[in-house]
Protein backbone atom coordinates (compact mmCIF):
# COMPACT_ATOMS: atom_id res chain seq x y z
CA UNK A 1 0.00 0.00 0.00
CA UNK A 2 1.45 3.32 -1.37
CA UNK A 3 0.88 5.95 1.42
CA UNK A 4 0.28 9.47 0.72
CA UNK A 5 -0.06 12.20 3.43
CA UNK A 6 -1.30 15.65 2.62
CA UNK A 7 -0.56 18.65 5.22
CA UNK A 8 -0.79 22.65 4.60
CA UNK A 9 -4.71 23.24 4.50
CA UNK A 10 -6.35 25.86 6.95
CA UNK A 11 -8.72 28.90 7.23
CA UNK A 12 -8.14 31.33 4.68
CA UNK A 13 -9.57 35.26 3.45
CA UNK A 14 -11.10 35.23 0.36
CA UNK A 15 -8.32 36.64 -2.41
CA UNK A 16 -5.88 34.72 -0.47
CA UNK A 17 -3.06 31.78 -0.99
CA UNK A 18 -2.57 28.52 0.63
CA UNK A 19 0.57 25.87 -0.77
CA UNK A 20 -0.67 21.92 0.18
CA UNK A 21 2.12 19.36 0.25
CA UNK A 22 1.72 15.80 -0.49
CA UNK A 23 4.34 13.24 0.90
CA UNK A 24 4.36 9.55 -0.78
CA UNK A 25 6.27 6.48 0.83
CA UNK A 26 8.20 4.49 -1.16
CA UNK A 27 11.00 4.56 -3.71
CA UNK A 28 8.96 4.56 -6.75
CA UNK A 29 7.25 8.15 -6.42
CA UNK A 30 9.18 9.49 -9.79
CA UNK A 31 7.45 6.53 -11.34
CA UNK A 32 3.50 8.08 -10.65
CA UNK A 33 1.67 10.43 -12.23
CA UNK A 34 0.13 12.70 -9.15
CA UNK A 35 -3.03 14.52 -9.14
CA UNK A 36 -5.27 16.68 -6.75
CA UNK A 37 -8.75 16.37 -5.90
CA UNK A 38 -11.50 17.78 -3.76
CA UNK A 39 -14.58 17.39 -2.51
CA UNK A 40 -16.91 19.63 -0.92
CA UNK A 41 -20.18 19.51 1.01
CA UNK A 42 -22.80 17.27 -0.58
CA UNK A 43 -20.38 16.95 -4.01
CA UNK A 44 -18.42 14.69 -5.56
CA UNK A 45 -14.50 14.09 -5.74
CA UNK A 46 -14.08 16.66 -8.54
CA UNK A 47 -10.66 16.73 -10.38
CA UNK A 48 -8.16 19.92 -9.78
CA UNK A 49 -4.70 19.45 -10.95
CA UNK A 50 -2.43 16.22 -12.42
CA UNK A 51 1.29 16.19 -13.12
CA UNK A 52 3.41 13.67 -15.18
CA UNK A 53 6.14 11.86 -13.85
CA UNK A 54 9.14 14.12 -14.81
CA UNK A 55 6.86 17.27 -14.42
CA UNK A 56 7.03 18.02 -17.67
CA UNK A 57 2.96 17.81 -18.21
CA UNK A 58 0.30 19.08 -16.49
CA UNK A 59 -3.53 19.73 -16.64
CA UNK A 60 -5.69 21.84 -14.48
CA UNK A 61 -9.14 21.69 -13.80
CA UNK A 62 -10.71 25.01 -15.69
CA UNK A 63 -12.01 26.47 -12.17
CA UNK A 64 -8.49 26.65 -11.22
CA UNK A 65 -7.03 27.58 -14.52
CA UNK A 66 -4.42 30.36 -13.66
CA UNK A 67 -5.08 30.28 -10.07
CA UNK A 68 -3.44 26.97 -9.10
CA UNK A 69 -0.50 25.70 -9.53
CA UNK A 70 1.26 21.75 -9.67
CA UNK A 71 4.77 21.07 -8.72
CA UNK A 72 6.41 17.78 -7.63
CA UNK A 73 9.88 17.41 -6.41
CA UNK A 74 10.83 13.69 -6.71
CA UNK A 75 13.99 13.73 -4.94
CA UNK A 76 11.46 14.85 -1.88
CA UNK A 77 8.69 12.15 -2.57
CA UNK A 78 6.59 15.37 -2.62
CA UNK A 79 4.14 16.84 -5.12
CA UNK A 80 2.43 20.46 -4.10
CA UNK A 81 -0.76 22.40 -5.16
CA UNK A 82 0.11 26.33 -5.00
CA UNK A 83 -3.34 28.21 -4.59
CA UNK A 84 -3.75 31.56 -5.31
CA UNK A 85 -6.69 34.07 -5.31
CA UNK A 86 -8.81 31.75 -3.20
CA UNK A 87 -12.59 31.88 -3.55
CA UNK A 88 -15.13 30.57 -1.41
CA UNK A 89 -16.53 28.17 -3.37
CA UNK A 90 -12.87 26.69 -3.60
CA UNK A 91 -13.90 25.16 -0.03
CA UNK A 92 -13.09 21.28 0.25
CA UNK A 93 -11.55 18.61 1.81
CA UNK A 94 -8.45 17.97 -0.96
CA UNK A 95 -6.76 15.12 -1.60
CA UNK A 96 -3.17 14.31 -3.26
CA UNK A 97 -3.75 10.69 -5.20
CA UNK A 98 -1.44 8.96 -7.60
CA UNK A 99 -1.44 6.30 -10.47
CA UNK A 100 1.38 4.36 -12.36
CA UNK A 101 -0.27 5.56 -15.34
CA UNK A 102 -1.54 8.98 -17.26
CA UNK A 103 -5.33 9.39 -16.70
CA UNK A 104 -6.37 10.58 -20.25
CA UNK A 105 -9.72 11.28 -18.40
CA UNK A 106 -8.31 12.70 -15.19
CA UNK A 107 -11.44 11.24 -12.72
CA UNK A 108 -11.44 10.19 -9.75
CA UNK A 109 -11.70 6.36 -10.76
CA UNK A 110 -8.85 6.78 -13.08
CA UNK A 111 -6.61 7.06 -9.82
CA UNK A 112 -5.18 3.80 -7.53
CA UNK A 113 -3.66 5.14 -4.54
CA UNK A 114 -5.07 8.38 -2.20
CA UNK A 115 -4.35 10.38 0.50
CA UNK A 116 -6.54 10.95 3.34
CA UNK A 117 -7.38 14.90 2.72
CA UNK A 118 -6.66 18.53 3.85
CA UNK A 119 -9.43 20.36 4.81
CA UNK A 120 -9.08 24.12 2.90
CA UNK A 121 -11.80 26.68 3.85
CA UNK A 122 -12.22 29.76 1.94
CA UNK A 123 -13.87 32.89 3.63
CA UNK A 124 -15.97 35.80 2.35
Known amino acids: QVQLVESGGGLVQAGGSLRLSCVAS????????MGWFRQGPGKEREFVAQ????????RYADSVKGRFTISRDNAKNTVYLQMNSLKPEDTAVYYC?????????????????WGQGTQVTVSS
Open 26 to 33: GRTFSSYT
Open 51 to 58: ISRGAGTT
Open 97 to 113: AGDRNWPVTPGPASYDY
